[in-house]
């Protein structure tokens, strides 16, 4: 599974500190997981995600030192920011991310743990569908909620999904899912992180778009 086993996430510190360069280095490679839903629809998603990742970073290179971790971007921006923060600056770039983040980490997961729609089980519009109202819908407006309607409509069949993201390696579906459920182990130690450090400075929004 190259797609996402080349690109591990680091183990996090007993602190859960998430160091900003590492933390960098492992999502810049997540976009390319949409294009393996087989839909454009799912383009302004990747996009949105890839611009999240861009600005975090830029922030993070106007002082590598003083943003060392993803917290010291937060508690910096807080400062900065006044009354706008939370929702300036790499802090609501974060705040997104986070949610793209956890809707693949929900549909991984959900595949992992085997659940599927009885009536079409090589279709995985029910995972997708549980990771969107999981971890998307309540953050979107009634029209970005009918694009994804949309998406769901071109979703690619279970096993022609489970190709894509092993770059078309030769494997069993057992093995792959193996190897997905490896992957997600320190990818969502990661993301829990970056929502706990969210909660606890009150930095959450939940404003629609």
């Given at each position: ?38 839909s454009k629809v799912f383009a302004p998603v990747k996009s949105d995600i890839s611009g999240n990742i861009t ?128 992957f997600l182990v320190n990818y969502t130690t990661t993301i829990d992180a970056i929502f706990e450090m969210f ?11």
């Open positions: 599974m190259a797609l996402l086993m080349d690109h591990q996430f680091a183990p996090l510190p007993e602190s859960k500190e998430v160091v900003t360069k590492t933390f960098l280095e492992s999502v810049s490679h997540i976009p390319p997981f949409f294009d393996c839903l087989g600005k975090i970073r830029a922030i993070y290179e106007s002082d590598p030192e003083k943003y060392r971790t993803l917290q010291d971007i937060l508690v910096a921006e807080k400062d900065i920011y006044g009354a706008q923060w939370p929702k300036a600056g790499a802090t609501l770039a974060l705040m997104w991310l986070k949610r793209g983040l956890r809707f693949i980490q929900l549909l991984l997961q959900s595949l992992a743990d085997g659940e599927r729609d009885e009536n079409h089980p090589n279709l995985i519009r029910f995972n997708i569908t549980k990771a969107y109202e999981q971890a998307l819908k309540r953050y979107h407006g009634w029209i970005v909620q009918k694009v994804f309607q949309a998406a769901l409509l071109a979703a690619p069949y279970r096993s022609d999904f489970l190709k894509a993201i092993s770059k078309g390696q030769e494997m069993t579906e057992e093995d792959c899912l193996a190897q997905v459920r490896q909660f606890s400075m009150n930095a959450e929004l939940d404003y629609t778009v």
